[in-house]
């Protein structure tokens, strides 16, 4: 076949290397920059096609995942999907363990993508998925879960690839702020960014106990992700429902960005570093597009109905 110029080889190849834009107009003032990195930019629209990818490759790799073997994995959305189109074009079936009370844009996509969905119960959150997958793992050798919180795969493809794609596209980088879930961004751009920066601070944008912004995790409620390294952290801010929802319409409003919810967390976390600062760069990853959460009008329903409507709905 003729060489292309230009277009790469297959969906898979063109994940990462997302953009990075200047969020002028949520700048708190003049001494401070404060960027974004667009992971909603991946082809199954967040930061896991990254891990999702590393995963199975390196499980091929290893031998622990086998030509046509099943994948199992607990997820609340995100990465699912990304495991779910990766897998179907490698020939895995994929299994996912999701709590019944996710939006149904995650279901739909999942469904298209071919994965097969159990549902765990909405009431356990993603601890309930997590251990409903465990059980079923543990019942059936024959299925192959990655583990997200546990495989070393996660936090490494972010120290290999976001740690680097960062630090080429804002060298004068003094903070960095992500939304904790698994800890894999946290821990693999944390660790590459000291090594690379030293005097770099690593802040972690974590819900209140009780309020579980998709995605994200507090780590009071008892369950302290294997992959993470709580050492990398300097700093870890606590963001409410609400923080959430303003910011997410604030980078909506003020920058363009439509983005998911943890996003809005992570955005929320960082102007408030940024406002104590006086002078520097902050870098926020912004984990996901807005596109699965449009059902729930993040974006204009009144703040105090959304709120009551959504209470104990994992969406939060
Ligand atoms: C929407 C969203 N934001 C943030 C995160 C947190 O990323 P990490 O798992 O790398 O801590 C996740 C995943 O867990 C997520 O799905």
């Known amino acids: 076949m003729p060489a292309t110029v230009g277009a790469a080889p297959?969906?898979?190849?063109?994940?990462?290397?997302?953009?990075?834009?200047?969020?002028?107009?949520?700048?708190?003032?003049?001494?401070?920059?404060?960027?974004?990195?667009?992971?909603?930019?991946?082809?199954?629209?967040?930061?896991?096609?990254?891990?999702?990818?590393?995963?199975?490759?390196?499980?091929?790799?290893?031998?622990?995942?086998?030509?046509?073997?099943?994948?199992?994995?607990?997820?609340?959305?995100?990465?699912?999907?990304s495991l779910a189109m990766i897998g179907s074009r490698l020939g895995h079936p994929v299994?996912?363990?999701?709590?019944?009370?996710?939006?149904?844009?995650?279901?739909?996509?999942?469904?298209?993508?071919?994965?097969?969905?159990?549902?765990?119960?909405?009431?356990?959150?993603?601890?309930?998925?997590?251990?409903?997958?465990?059980?079923?793992?543990?019942?059936?050798?024959?299925?192959?879960?990655?583990?997200?919180?546990?495989?070393?795969?996660?936090?490494?493809?972010?120290?290999?690839?976001?740690?680097?794609?960062?630090?080429?596209?804002?060298?004068?980088i003094d903070v960095f702020v992500a939304g904790l879930g698994t800890g894999g961004t946290l821990t693999g751009v944390?660790?590459?960014?000291?090594?690379?920066?030293?005097?770099?601070?690593?802040?972690?944008?974590?819900?209140?106990?009780?309020?579980?912004v998709q995605g994200l995790r507090s780590l009071d409620e008892g369950f302290v992700p294997p992959v993470l390294d709580e050492s990398v952290l300097d700093d870890k801010y606590l963001v409410t429902n609400r923080d959430a929802v303003i910011g997410l319409r604030r980078l909506l409003r003020?920058?363009?960005?439509f983005a998911g919810l943890s996003c809005g967390a992570a955005v929320a976390v960082a102007v408030r570093v940024a406002r104590e600062m006086e002078t520097g760069t902050v870098v926020v990853?912004?984990?996901d597009g807005g596109w699965k959460y449009l059902s729930a009008d993040l974006w204009t329903r009144d703040l105090d109905e959304l709120e009551v409507e959504l209470e104990g709905s994992l969406l939060w």
Request: proline fraction near 8%.
């Open 190 to 212: 944390g660790r590459f960014l000291k090594r690379a920066r030293p005097g770099v601070r690593i802040i972690a944008a974590e819900p209140l106990p009780g309020e579980g």
């Open 254 to 257: 003020d920058e363009g960005i």
């Open 285 to 287: 990853l912004l984990a």
């Open 10 to 81: 297959d969906l898979v190849a063109v994940i990462g290397n997302t953009p990075m834009v200047e969020l002028r107009r949520l700048a708190p003032h003049d001494g401070v920059r404060l960027f974004a990195k667009l992971e909603g930019n991946n082809p199954t629209g967040s930061v896991k096609d990254r891990v999702a990818r590393a995963m199975i490759e390196s499980a091929l790799a290893d031998g622990s995942l086998q030509p046509g073997q099943t994948i199992l994995e607990p997820s609340s959305g995100n990465t699912g999907i």
């Open 95 to 172: 299994r996912i363990v999701m709590p019944d009370n996710t939006t149904p844009e995650r279901e739909q996509l999942l469904r298209l993508y071919g994965a097969e969905i159990v549902f765990s119960p909405g009431a356990e959150g993603s601890n309930g998925a997590i251990r409903m997958a465990q059980s079923l793992a543990d019942a059936d050798s024959r299925l192959f879960m990655p583990y997200q919180y546990g495989n070393e795969a996660n936090p490494r493809v972010h120290f290999d690839t976001t740690g680097p794609e960062i630090l080429e596209q804002v060298p004068e």
